[in-house]
């Protein structure tokens, strides 16, 4: 019960922060929502350390079939650590076009073909985990019916997510009367909230399945000493 309390506590605690620091974002310097800013760099430190949580997890649960999913979630986490930090790299300034046109370098990288088949051998690797492994069983399905599962975290992630697509051009009226540069800061700093909000979740579940490999382990020394008598009594 304590425990789904601190979850409940987290979630509003996120979800207020979530609301102040967009409320706050009116008044935040310009230079933050810039391409390598303040705000972009710490997007990538907090996918960077989901990243490395997850392979901590995959390491701890080793030999446990479920620790799988902690593979998948770490390619998960390399994947957009990789369009974070390759998003800029798309646009470059051509030589043939005039001061300060940017063009869509996406085509000149040479590059291009070697990135789309590490993406697509990732996408492989994590089907391939979760086929063989049967981590929908294993997993997914034992965290919903213990209930393990941190919606409220997962809400405010995809509302924050959803602020950021709205703050980039693809809202309302209402929000395009805000200045451009506004919308900027507004939509990093919701991005900042949803890789926040993710990065928690994923610490309640690496926290929630550790208890599953101490009821393991009970157990197993359970059989062990039952074992142990019954050949005594023999």
Same mark, same amino acid.
């Given at each position: 019960?304590?425990?789904?309390?601190?979850?409940?506590?987290?979630?509003?605690?996120?979800?207020?922060? @979530?609301?102040?620091?967009?409320?706050?974002?009116?008044?935040?310097?310009?230079s933050?929502?810039?391409?390598?800013?303040? @705000?972009?760099?710490?997007?990538?430190?907090? @996918?960077?350390?989901?990243?490395?949580?997850? @392979?901590?997890?995959? $390491?701890?649960?080793?030999?446990?079939?479920?620790?799988?999913? /902690?593979?998948?979630? &770490?390619?998960? /986490?390399?994947?957009?650590?990789?369009?974070?930090?390759?998003?800029?790299?798309?646009?470059?300034?051509?030589?043939?076009?005039?001061?300060?046109?940017?063009?869509?370098?996406?085509?000149?990288?040479? /590059?291009?073909?070697?990135?789309?088949?590490?993406c697509?051998?990732?996408?492989? &690797?994590?089907? #391939?985990?979760?086929? $063989?492994? $049967?981590?929908?069983?294993?997993?997914?399905?034992?965290?919903?019916?213990? $209930? &393990?599962?941190?919606?409220?975290?997962?809400?405010?992630?995809?509302?924050?997510?959803?602020?950021?697509?709205?703050? =980039?051009?693809?809202?309302?009226?209402?929000?395009?009367?805000?200045?451009?540069?506004?919308?900027?800061?507004?939509?990093?700093?919701? =991005?900042?909230?949803? #890789? &926040?909000?993710?990065?928690?979740a =994923?610490?309640?579940?690496l926290?929630?399945?550790?208890e599953?490999?101490?009821?393991?382990?009970?157990?197993?020394?359970?059989?062990?000493?039952?074992?142990?008598?019954?050949?005594?009594?023999?």
């Amino acid at each position: 019960m304590r425990t789904l309390v601190n979850i409940r506590s987290s979630s509003w605690l996120l979800l207020a922060g @979530l609301c102040v620091s967009v409320v706050l974002s009116v008044g935040l310097p310009l230079s933050w929502g810039q391409e390598y800013g303040l @705000l972009e760099n710490v997007q990538a430190a907090t @996918l960077l350390l989901g990243m490395l949580v997850a @392979l901590m997890a995959a $390491r701890q649960q080793r030999g446990m079939a479920a620790s799988k999913i /902690w593979w998948v979630a &770490a390619l998960c /986490w390399l994947s957009v650590l990789g369009h974070e930090l390759a998003w800029d790299a798309l646009s470059v300034t051509s030589a043939s076009a005039g001061a300060g046109e940017a063009i869509g370098s996406w085509g000149l990288l040479w /590059w291009k073909p070697a990135m789309m088949g590490l993406c697509l051998a990732m996408l492989l &690797a994590c089907v #391939y985990w979760v086929v $063989r492994h $049967r981590l929908i069983s294993r997993v997914v399905l034992r965290w919903l019916r213990e $209930r &393990a599962i941190p919606w409220g975290c997962l809400l405010v992630a995809a509302l924050a997510m959803l602020l950021s697509v709205l703050a =980039q051009g693809h809202g309302s009226a209402w929000m395009h009367k805000l200045p451009d540069a506004t919308l900027a800061v507004m939509g990093e700093v919701a =991005q900042c909230w949803t #890789y &926040a909000a993710l990065w928690w979740a =994923q610490w309640v579940l690496l926290h929630h399945m550790q208890e599953w490999r101490s009821s393991s382990y009970l157990q197993t020394m359970h059989f062990s000493l039952t074992k142990g008598l019954e050949r005594r009594t023999i």
